[in-house]
Antibody, heavy 121, light 111 residues
Framework: QLQLQESGPGLVKPSETLSLTCSVS??????????WGWVRQPPGKGLEWVGS???????NYNPSLKSRGTISVDTSKNQISLRLTSVTAADTAVYYC?????????????WGPGTMVTVSS | QPVLTQPPSASGTPGQRVTISCSGS????????VYWYQQLPGTAPKLLIY???QRPSGVPDRFSGSKSGSSASLAISGLRSEDEADYYC????????????FGGGTKLTVL
Protein backbone atom coordinates (compact mmCIF):
# COMPACT_ATOMS: atom_id res chain seq x y z
CA GLN A 1 0.00 0.00 0.00
CA LEU A 2 1.56 3.26 -1.13
CA GLN A 3 1.89 6.07 1.38
CA LEU A 4 2.68 9.68 0.58
CA GLN A 5 4.41 12.25 2.77
CA GLU A 6 5.08 15.84 1.82
CA SER A 7 7.98 17.84 3.17
CA GLY A 8 9.06 21.40 2.69
CA PRO A 9 10.37 24.59 4.31
CA GLY A 10 7.17 25.80 5.93
CA LEU A 11 8.12 29.45 5.45
CA VAL A 12 9.35 31.06 2.23
CA LYS A 13 10.14 34.70 1.55
CA PRO A 14 8.37 36.57 -1.25
CA SER A 15 10.11 36.34 -4.64
CA GLU A 16 12.02 33.21 -3.57
CA THR A 17 11.58 29.65 -4.81
CA LEU A 18 9.43 27.10 -3.03
CA SER A 19 10.60 23.49 -3.16
CA LEU A 20 8.45 20.64 -1.92
CA THR A 21 9.09 16.92 -1.91
CA CYS A 22 6.63 14.05 -1.77
CA SER A 23 8.25 10.86 -0.48
CA VAL A 24 6.50 7.67 -1.47
CA SER A 25 6.79 4.45 0.47
CA UNK A 26 5.31 1.01 -0.03
CA UNK A 27 5.90 0.55 -3.73
CA UNK A 28 7.18 1.87 -7.01
CA UNK A 29 6.09 5.26 -8.29
CA UNK A 30 6.25 4.29 -11.95
CA UNK A 31 3.22 2.89 -13.70
CA UNK A 32 1.36 3.74 -16.87
CA UNK A 33 -1.75 4.13 -14.70
CA UNK A 34 -0.23 6.66 -12.30
CA UNK A 35 -0.88 10.37 -12.49
CA TRP A 36 1.15 12.19 -9.84
CA GLY A 37 0.38 15.74 -8.96
CA TRP A 38 0.06 18.58 -6.50
CA VAL A 39 -3.09 20.25 -5.24
CA ARG A 40 -3.06 23.25 -2.93
CA GLN A 41 -5.57 24.82 -0.60
CA PRO A 42 -5.18 28.39 0.69
CA PRO A 43 -6.31 28.85 4.29
CA GLY A 44 -10.09 28.74 4.50
CA LYS A 45 -10.47 28.32 0.74
CA GLY A 46 -11.07 25.61 -1.81
CA LEU A 47 -8.86 23.19 -3.67
CA GLU A 48 -6.69 24.31 -6.56
CA TRP A 49 -4.94 21.96 -8.95
CA VAL A 50 -1.28 22.96 -9.29
CA GLY A 51 -0.07 20.46 -11.84
CA SER A 52 0.46 16.83 -12.75
CA UNK A 53 3.12 14.52 -14.13
CA UNK A 54 2.54 11.31 -16.00
CA UNK A 55 5.02 8.54 -16.65
CA UNK A 56 7.89 10.60 -15.17
CA UNK A 57 8.09 13.24 -17.88
CA UNK A 58 4.72 14.37 -19.25
CA UNK A 59 3.75 17.43 -17.26
CA ASN A 60 0.72 19.68 -17.17
CA TYR A 61 0.30 22.83 -15.10
CA ASN A 62 -2.44 25.17 -14.01
CA PRO A 63 -2.26 28.17 -16.35
CA SER A 64 -2.79 30.44 -13.34
CA LEU A 65 0.77 29.65 -12.24
CA LYS A 66 2.07 31.51 -15.29
CA SER A 67 4.91 29.07 -15.95
CA ARG A 68 6.34 29.32 -12.42
CA GLY A 69 5.85 25.66 -11.57
CA THR A 70 7.95 22.58 -12.27
CA ILE A 71 7.03 19.03 -11.25
CA SER A 72 9.53 16.22 -11.51
CA VAL A 73 9.92 12.60 -10.52
CA ASP A 74 13.04 11.00 -9.05
CA THR A 75 12.55 7.27 -9.44
CA SER A 76 15.82 6.46 -7.63
CA LYS A 77 14.52 8.19 -4.50
CA ASN A 78 10.81 7.39 -5.03
CA GLN A 79 10.00 11.09 -4.80
CA ILE A 80 7.88 13.63 -6.61
CA SER A 81 8.94 17.26 -6.37
CA LEU A 82 7.33 20.62 -6.89
CA ARG A 83 9.29 23.77 -7.53
CA LEU A 84 7.48 27.10 -7.60
CA THR A 85 9.45 30.24 -8.43
CA SER A 86 8.83 33.89 -7.58
CA VAL A 87 6.36 33.12 -4.84
CA THR A 88 3.97 35.69 -3.41
CA ALA A 89 1.54 35.70 -0.51
CA ALA A 90 -1.04 34.22 -2.89
CA ASP A 91 0.98 30.99 -2.88
CA THR A 92 0.40 30.51 0.85
CA ALA A 93 -1.49 27.24 1.16
CA VAL A 94 -1.53 23.65 2.29
CA TYR A 95 0.13 21.69 -0.50
CA TYR A 96 -1.03 18.13 -1.07
CA CYS A 97 0.80 15.49 -3.05
CA UNK A 98 -1.70 13.32 -4.88
CA UNK A 99 -1.64 10.11 -6.85
CA UNK A 100 -4.56 9.48 -9.16
CA UNK A 101 -4.69 5.93 -10.49
CA UNK A 102 -6.80 5.52 -13.59
CA UNK A 103 -7.57 1.97 -14.68
CA UNK A 104 -9.96 0.65 -17.28
CA UNK A 105 -12.62 -0.37 -14.78
CA UNK A 106 -11.67 1.55 -11.67
CA UNK A 107 -9.87 4.55 -10.27
CA UNK A 108 -8.66 5.75 -6.92
CA UNK A 109 -6.73 8.53 -5.27
CA UNK A 110 -4.05 8.59 -2.65
CA TRP A 111 -3.25 11.85 -0.91
CA GLY A 112 -0.52 12.89 1.46
CA PRO A 113 -1.50 14.63 4.70
CA GLY A 114 -0.42 17.97 3.26
CA THR A 115 2.22 20.49 4.22
CA MET A 116 1.55 24.12 5.07
CA VAL A 117 3.60 26.72 3.24
CA THR A 118 3.53 30.35 4.26
CA VAL A 119 4.98 33.06 2.06
CA SER A 120 6.04 35.96 4.22
CA SER A 121 9.03 38.19 4.84
CA GLN B 1 -11.40 24.03 -19.83
CA PRO B 2 -14.65 24.41 -17.90
CA VAL B 3 -15.24 26.50 -14.80
CA LEU B 4 -17.20 24.56 -12.19
CA THR B 5 -19.77 26.24 -9.96
CA GLN B 6 -21.07 24.75 -6.73
CA PRO B 7 -23.44 26.19 -4.14
CA PRO B 8 -21.39 27.37 -1.15
CA SER B 9 -23.56 25.55 1.34
CA ALA B 10 -26.11 22.79 1.72
CA SER B 11 -27.83 21.22 4.69
CA GLY B 12 -30.04 18.36 5.72
CA THR B 13 -31.25 16.40 8.70
CA PRO B 14 -30.16 12.86 9.61
CA GLY B 15 -31.74 10.28 7.34
CA GLN B 16 -32.56 12.81 4.66
CA ARG B 17 -31.38 12.78 1.06
CA VAL B 18 -29.39 15.79 -0.10
CA THR B 19 -27.96 16.71 -3.45
CA ILE B 20 -25.08 19.00 -4.33
CA SER B 21 -24.87 20.44 -7.80
CA CYS B 22 -21.86 21.19 -9.97
CA SER B 23 -22.42 23.30 -13.04
CA GLY B 24 -19.89 23.54 -15.86
CA SER B 25 -19.48 26.72 -17.82
CA UNK B 26 -18.36 25.56 -21.20
CA UNK B 27 -19.80 23.47 -23.98
CA UNK B 28 -16.84 21.11 -23.90
CA UNK B 29 -17.80 19.93 -20.42
CA UNK B 30 -19.23 16.95 -22.21
CA UNK B 31 -15.77 15.54 -22.81
CA UNK B 32 -14.85 15.75 -19.13
CA UNK B 33 -15.50 13.16 -16.46
CA VAL B 34 -16.68 14.48 -13.11
CA TYR B 35 -15.14 13.47 -9.81
CA TRP B 36 -16.39 14.18 -6.31
CA TYR B 37 -14.29 14.61 -3.18
CA GLN B 38 -15.17 14.77 0.49
CA GLN B 39 -12.93 16.77 2.81
CA LEU B 40 -13.39 16.41 6.53
CA PRO B 41 -12.00 19.24 8.68
CA GLY B 42 -8.21 19.17 8.88
CA THR B 43 -7.80 16.21 6.56
CA ALA B 44 -6.89 15.55 2.95
CA PRO B 45 -9.70 15.13 0.43
CA LYS B 46 -11.10 11.67 -0.20
CA LEU B 47 -12.36 10.49 -3.58
CA LEU B 48 -16.07 9.61 -3.44
CA ILE B 49 -17.09 9.37 -7.09
CA TYR B 50 -15.05 8.96 -10.27
CA UNK B 51 -16.06 9.09 -13.94
CA UNK B 52 -19.38 10.76 -13.15
CA UNK B 53 -21.05 7.93 -11.25
CA GLN B 54 -18.56 5.26 -10.20
CA ARG B 55 -17.69 4.62 -6.56
CA PRO B 56 -14.20 3.57 -5.49
CA SER B 57 -13.95 0.50 -3.34
CA GLY B 58 -14.95 1.26 0.23
CA VAL B 59 -17.24 4.22 -0.48
CA PRO B 60 -20.76 3.51 0.81
CA ASP B 61 -23.55 3.26 -1.74
CA ARG B 62 -25.28 6.13 0.08
CA PHE B 63 -23.13 8.30 -2.15
CA SER B 64 -24.06 8.50 -5.81
CA GLY B 65 -23.13 10.74 -8.70
CA SER B 66 -24.67 11.67 -12.00
CA LYS B 67 -23.90 13.89 -14.93
CA SER B 68 -26.07 15.35 -17.65
CA GLY B 69 -24.65 17.63 -20.27
CA SER B 70 -22.66 20.35 -18.54
CA SER B 71 -23.98 19.67 -15.06
CA ALA B 72 -23.35 17.04 -12.44
CA SER B 73 -24.65 16.24 -9.00
CA LEU B 74 -23.73 14.30 -5.91
CA ALA B 75 -26.49 12.71 -3.91
CA ILE B 76 -26.15 11.54 -0.34
CA SER B 77 -28.95 9.40 1.00
CA GLY B 78 -29.52 8.40 4.61
CA LEU B 79 -27.61 11.47 5.77
CA ARG B 80 -25.41 10.94 8.83
CA SER B 81 -23.70 13.38 11.15
CA GLU B 82 -20.31 12.16 9.93
CA ASP B 83 -21.20 13.34 6.42
CA GLU B 84 -20.74 16.92 7.57
CA ALA B 85 -17.82 18.05 5.44
CA ASP B 86 -16.78 20.08 2.43
CA TYR B 87 -17.56 18.51 -0.92
CA TYR B 88 -15.76 19.36 -4.14
CA CYS B 89 -16.51 18.44 -7.71
CA UNK B 90 -13.68 18.20 -10.22
CA UNK B 91 -13.49 17.65 -13.94
CA UNK B 92 -10.83 15.80 -15.93
CA UNK B 93 -10.66 14.33 -19.41
CA UNK B 94 -8.95 11.10 -18.30
CA UNK B 95 -5.83 12.07 -20.18
CA UNK B 96 -2.39 13.23 -19.12
CA UNK B 97 -2.82 16.25 -21.38
CA UNK B 98 -5.93 17.36 -19.53
CA UNK B 99 -5.92 19.82 -16.65
CA UNK B 100 -7.89 19.12 -13.52
CA UNK B 101 -10.51 21.73 -12.66
CA PHE B 102 -12.01 21.96 -9.18
CA GLY B 103 -15.28 23.55 -8.15
CA GLY B 104 -15.32 26.01 -5.29
CA GLY B 105 -16.67 23.51 -2.79
CA THR B 106 -19.90 23.07 -0.85
CA LYS B 107 -20.04 23.02 2.93
CA LEU B 108 -22.58 20.40 3.99
CA THR B 109 -24.12 20.86 7.41
CA VAL B 110 -26.06 18.07 9.10
CA LEU B 111 -28.66 19.77 11.27
Amino acid sequence: QLQLQESGPGLVKPSETLSLTCSVSGGSITSSSYYWGWVRQPPGKGLEWVGSIYYTKNTNYNPSLKSRGTISVDTSKNQISLRLTSVTAADTAVYYCRLHVSLLNSAFDLWGPGTMVTVSS
Amino acid sequence: QPVLTQPPSASGTPGQRVTISCSGSSSNMGSYSVYWYQQLPGTAPKLLIYRNSQRPSGVPDRFSGSKSGSSASLAISGLRSEDEADYYCAAWEDSFTSPWVFGGGTKLTVL
